[in-house]
Structures are given as structure tokens and as C-alpha cells.
């Protein structure tokens, strides 16, 4: 695919990728792809990631429930870093964050302190698949 071509892939093979809501414009999340990654997420329109810590492919609400879809994939001008704009779904709708909150951005630097500002829609406890022993 000629246009995976087109983005500078760091030493690891990934590329950073920055998921805003189409509707709001919030940035909800931040995450890695690979080039199958992103080959996934451009053919199925929902949002596939690389998941650096479990080193695989991250269909993101494959667990959760929270799955995101996607309009429009962009690329900023140094072809370094992949937009997606998405609309936030699932069985809560608008929790992209694995803390139950609508963006992983949800602190501000108060005072010399990170102070959350964004509250928990949804307990992560009842979210997440509890794993069976």
C-alpha cells in the first residue's frame, strides 16, 4: 500500500497517533500504531492500535466495549504523527479512557499539582472483562 509508504515509521516500526472526537474536537486519547495496525483501521473504520506494553495489535474496545470509529485519518505535515477523528462508542457512550472517564486527558496542573478535572463515567471495575480463573 503506496500510502503507508508515505509515513516516516519510527526505529520500532510505529507511528504516534492522536484520537480526537469528531463532533466535540476533544482529544480523547493517545496511542501507538504499526503499519498493520493502521492498514486494519483504514479497511474496518474503527480504531486498531499497537500496544507497546502487551507488544500486539489493540482493537481498541475489544475488551471494554468502547469501540471507535472512525471518519477521517489524517497526517500532520512532517508525516510523523496520524490523526484520527472518531466518534466514541460503546455501551456508555464517550468513555474512550480506561478510567472510566471521557479523555485520557483529564488533569490539570493546579498549583504545582496534576488535579483531576474530568470525572468517571463508569466505574473501571464494571468495564474491563474480569479475568476467570
Do not use: I, K, S
Given at each position: 500500500m503506496e500510502?503507508?509508504?508515505s509515513i516516516k515509521w519510527d526505529r520500532d516500526g510505529l507511528v504516534p497517533v492522536i484520537a480526537q472526537e469528531a463532533a466535540s474536537g476533544d482529544v480523547l486519547m493517545f496511542a501507538w500504531m504499526n503499519r498493520e495496525?493502521?492498514?486494519l483501521t483504514a479497511e474496518r473504520q474503527q480504531a486498531v492500535y499497537f500496544s507497546r506494553s502487551r507488544q500486539r495489535l489493540w482493537h481498541k474496545g475489544e475488551e471494554s466495549g468502547h469501540f471507535q470509529q472512525v471518519h477521517e485519518i489524517r497526517l500532520d505535515c512532517d508525516n510523523d504523527v496520524v490523526l484520527l477523528k472518531i466518534t466514541q462508542l460503546g455501551h456508555e457512550p464517550g468513555i474512550a479512557c480506561?478510567?472510566?472517564r471521557h479523555s485520557c486527558f483529564y488533569s490539570v496542573l493546579r498549583d504545582g499539582a496534576w488535579q483531576p478535572v474530568?470525572?468517571?463515567l463508569q466505574d473501571p471495575a464494571t468495564i474491563y472483562r474480569q479475568p476467570k480463573p
Open positions: 500510502w503507508l509508504d495496525a493502521l492498514q480506561h478510567t472510566g474530568e470525572p468517571v
